[in-house]
């Protein structure tokens, strides 16, 4: 994992959870990985409650 503190940690096209999906379907299984995807759409829905210091830095 690159370091989450520096800001170009945070510019990535995709969320993390999209991007690593083959990794962490292999990890997960399909049937547990399909559940984190549906919480994590569901929650893109949201605004952030803290943003992290290097996000805010990357923008």
């Not at 989450?4 to 997960?28: C, F, I, N």
């Not at 399909?30 to 549906?38: M, R, V």
Request: hydrophobic share 45%; charged share 20%.
């Amino acid at each position: 994992w690159y370091c989450t503190g520096d800001p170009a940690a945070h510019v990535g096209a995709k969320q993390v959870w999209q991007s690593y999906a083959p990794e962490l379907t292999e990890v997960l299984g399909e049937k547990a990985y399909a559940e984190l995807a549906a919480m994590c759409k569901r929650r893109s829905g949201f605004p952030l409650v803290a943003v992290h210091p290097a996000t805010a830095a990357a923008k």
